[in-house]
């Protein structure tokens, strides 16, 4: 055998072995996984069990690991063991695209899917009241400003903070920094109410970000990582206790919990829809466009994710809470899903 056909067999070799291997690759998982946010977690569920009803691909498996906990999964490389989309209750941040783009998650596609609220509530039988921003900052953060110093936070009951608020202890059940909701929290309540403050001029730089940012550590506040269900049963021990919750929670479970109203706004299909209620937020999925083609399915379940049967007014995810887009906004998102298919 000659040095050129000895090449040419050992190319062909090389070759077969590259076919070999993609296709094991390609083959490597025949349903699509869905990481990230609680909040989200029903509404991709319920694509989810739609989408595998219709019987062209089977079934999405969906996780709820916390938007945070999902984007480090799904920014941890291009391969079938990763997630193909991430559910976020708020958008990715810089520090979460560097991940993704150290690891070689380079395209990615944003989809807004539809409006939630942010909202503090109690049981059903508890009495309801309004709250502003500031307030609920007061009540939550673990330095607030006194007498032109920042302290460790003196309030114990909400009308230690203003005489008009009701005379019951601040106890408040939160999400924990893994989850979007508390991002959103942050970003909604806390930064903006904190930056407000006539002291914040006087924290330097390096302590401005945690000043405004770290919740209460005395058991005022009490982080929680698990399911909603979990917080139900602490508010039922404590009449006293509140909660934040997601609007489409509370739009679930009417007959469980009452809702406060912030900033004179009580939340609503309408009010977040307007942006009128002051912790209205939109929703996302964020998909991994490499694995287009990879996975079977996966443009085709943005596809459903967004159209009118599923997220427009009288969709499906609007009777599990999800607060549906304008129908401008909603065929803009369903360009972005069309975008997907056309590119494999």
């Known amino acids: 055998m000659g040095p050129i056909v000895t090449r040419v067999l050992s190319s062909l070799l090389v070759a077969a072995g590259s076919l070999v291997a993609a296709t094991a690759h390609a083959q490597a998982r025949d349903h699509l996984s869905i990481a ?66 150290k690891n070689g998650v380079t395209a990615i596609d944003e989809v807004r899917i539809g409006y939630d609220g942010i909202i503090l509530a109690g049981i059903s039988s508890s009495k309801s009241f309004d709250v502003t921003l500031q307030q609920l900052w007061l009540a939550t953060a673990k330095l607030v400003p006194v007498d032109g110093k920042w302290v460790a936070n003196p309030y114990k009951r909400w009308s230690d903070i203003n005489p008009k608020l009701p005379k019951k202890t601040i106890h408040l059940y939160g999400p924990a ?44 506040w009490v982080d929680v990582s698990e399911d909603y269900a979990l917080i139900m049963g602490k508010l039922a021990g404590d009449a006293e206790a509140m909660a934040v919750f997601t609007f489409s929670y509370l739009d679930q479970n009417r007959n469980k919990i009452r809702a406060s109203s912030v900033n004179g706004q009580t939340a609503s ?22 694995h287009v083609g990879l996975i079977p399915g996966l443009a085709e379940f943005v596809q459903e994710y967004v159209s009118n049967r599923a997220a427009g007014p009288e969709g499906y995810l609007a009777d599990k809470g999800l607060i549906p887009m304008p129908a401008k906004e909603l065929r803009a998102q369903a360009a972005i899903a069309k975008s997907l298919a056309a590119s494999h």
Request: aromatic share 8%; proline share 8%.
């Open 269 to 290: 299909l309408e009010t977040i829809s307007s942006g009128k209620y002051p912790l209205s937020r939109p929703l996302f999925i964020y998909v991994k466009r490499a």
């Open 177 to 220: 920094p893994n989850h979007g909701t508390r991002d959103a929290f942050v970003e909604l309540v806390m930064d903006p109410s904190c930056q407000a403050s006539p002291e914040y001029a006087g924290l330097a730089k390096e302590d401005q970000k945690k000043t405004c940012q770290t919740v209460r550590e005395d058991g005022a």
């Open 36 to 101: 990230g946010s609680s909040t989200v977690y029903p509404f991709s569920s319920a694509v989810a069990e739609a989408f595998g009803k219709e019987g062209h691909f089977k079934t999405p498996i969906v996780e709820s690991t916390g938007t945070g906990g999902g984007f480090k999964l799904f920014c941890s490389g291009v391969d079938p063991k990763t997630p193909d989309i991430n559910d976020a209750s708020r958008p990715i941040t810089d520090g979460e695209k560097e991940l993704c783009a």
